[in-house]
């Protein structure tokens, strides 16, 4: 099972985190088949880490809290909150297979919509969406509640020319924008190490 992990930084943990960088790393590679994505959230300017995004593969969110709690990150209180949400993936493209583009600056998206089934390939709006996305889609997914039926949003991640792209790309993002969507939020995000 895939999940997303969402950390939020306390503030001015700047240097803590900078102290516990080598421990963090070492963590993470001990980690590296189950990991699709990890990399720090970043201010809007990309100046400085504000958090940390990952995509990872557990078979329980138990696993997958377990991993997250121990990581030297979260054992040093740098996190304010840590948020684990499951996902279905509609990609299958790893950190690892992507080439990122020079320029480029990469976004997390969370689309939200009421409770929905869930569906483990998009149907065709989405499809549709991603198709005409795909150019800088680096991942996809529908989020949901750990029963695994009910599906909460979507999830993307993309690599594009800056926020105004990020922008236009959700322009018709398909749960957002429809009759039962509530929220859509777009966040910085910079590949780290996996």
Known sequence: MEWMIKCVSKPDTVERRAATLQAHIEHLDNFKVETWYSGPMMVGD?????????????PTRDE???YIET??????EIFKSIDIERVFPYTDLRQRGHTQTDGHAQFVIVSRTDPISVSCSPDAPMAGFLARHADHLI????LAADDGET???ALYVIDVADRVAADAFVADEPLSRGPDGRSLTIERWRFGHV
């Open 46 to 58: 990309g100046s400085n880490a504000n958090g940390s995004f990952r995509i990872i593969d557990f």
């Open 71 to 76: 990581d030297p990150y979260t054992q040093a």
């Open 139 to 142: 991942f996809a997914g529908m």
């Open 64 to 66: 997958a809290t377990t």
């Open 151 to 153: 599906g909460t949003g």
